[in-house]
């Protein structure tokens, strides 16, 4: 008898429209059976997000010939959310893949990226959860180098499963890099230096454009920064226990009875 | 020589006008000099977002007698980086504090709340940071018997100092509960099971709103749940790396060379 297909659940934070996510949904249509749930405008850097208090739009719409696609009016977490529950009806998908994101997601970036929380809502949902992000920005990104990676790093996670509240967070370097293997990592130590360029309205009323500099401050030679800087695609295991476990004797000396 | 008293910027996501943020910049005017910068709308449930490819307003406003106060378009995450970069100019305040939030932010919450993710923001700007949240989702929710608490935990904060990339999320029991004391706690393991209302708009089109209940998957006794259940002011240390370091070894024994 044949082995069933997975079912895979694809997502995204640059919208239905992107040419990442077209990649992905055709990596995953090689392994398994795929629905496609994607923000109907891009939603990048909109972190974990989630849609209280307007209503959300879900409609299916024929993109791409053969394959089962809805646009949400929501952000990436929202469309797990509703994927699960009004798609899925509760029989979760086998996997959860989101991306591939125009622009990295390593380091500190894991926070902002709407990518990454949709692929952390998978895990919370607990469904293996794998978020692939690549090293251009641009709308035409060459993404061909990626695809043999992000097939066999979603077959890896289908054959063996992840541990419990884990997900994986893979960064791509760009395709003008020699790809020289693949390296599992921690999230480098970093921030971004924001600048805010200052301008006029019509009005002459003020307002700010946010620009940044991405500061490392790490030199660690084991972390995603270091290893895609050095040719790798990288592999950050990920988690959502915010909790500084490290911190929490030095907090029981405190002294609040001052009160 | 008086010491000098510290500057404290007070953030929050449920907007300006919310009576939680009074209440915290009040209680911060008896410790040190106070700037207060929030959202113009309340922004719950924003997480981590910031604003990328759209302008940000920052106002001056006089809402309340002798506080300098900014109200903010962006998110609460974008208030903080607008505060340190244009208000501060790199002299970064002596203590950022987020609230108090008209709900709690306690377990995974913490993930999808503005008002967490602003302290974590300015955790990450290397500034102590402390995000409150109290049981009470009322728009007058009554706050009197957080006053004492706030104030001592952020003076334990400016005399202690936190341990490098840590802040701390503080959640209060109800009005309704006597409050035993502080108890520090980890993250509950929880999630949210949502269900989706369907609907139809005059246009006889489809739209859902999200609601929610919270799904506790966490017996232990050293959790934020179960002190806020048993009446205590939950302190749970709160770090930013996503990483999960326990699960670098097994993944470093799959085999990806199958590409």
Known sequence: MAKKKPTILVVNDDGITAPGIKVLLEVMQE????????????QSGMG???????????????????????KCSGTPVDCVKLSVNKIFKGK?????VSGINHGLNYSIN????????????GAI????????SLDDF??????SHTRSYVKTIAEQVLLNGLPKNTLL?????????????????????????????????????????????????????????????????????TQFDMTAHHAIP??????????
């Open 31 to 42: 392994i398994g059976d795929v629905v496609v749930v994607a923000p109907d405008s891009p």
């Open 48 to 70: 974990h997000a989630i849609t209280i208090g307007k209503p959300l739009r879900l409609d299916k719409i024929d993109l791409y010939e053969g394959v089962e696609m809805y």
């Open 92 to 96: 979760k998908p086998d996997l959860c």
């Open 110 to 121: 894991v926070l902002y990226s709407g990518t990454m929380s949709a692929a952390v809502e």
């Open 125 to 132: 949902e607990d469904i293996p959860s794998i978020g692939y």
């Open 138 to 143: 641009a709308h035409h990104a060459d993404f």
């Open 169 to 237: 967070n893979v960064n791509f370097p760009n395709i003008n890099k020699d790809i020289k293997g693949i390296k599992i990592c921690r999230q480098a130590n970093a921030k971004w230096f924001e600048e805010f360029d200052e301008r006029l309205d019509p009005y002459e009323r003020e307002y700010f454009w946010m620009t940044g500099k991405f500061q490392l401050n790490d030199r660690g030679e084991d972390t995603d920064a270091f290893a895609l800087a050095n040719g790798f695609v990288s592999i950050v295991p």
């Open 250 to 259: 030095e907090l029981n000396s405190w002294s609040f009875d001052d009160k």
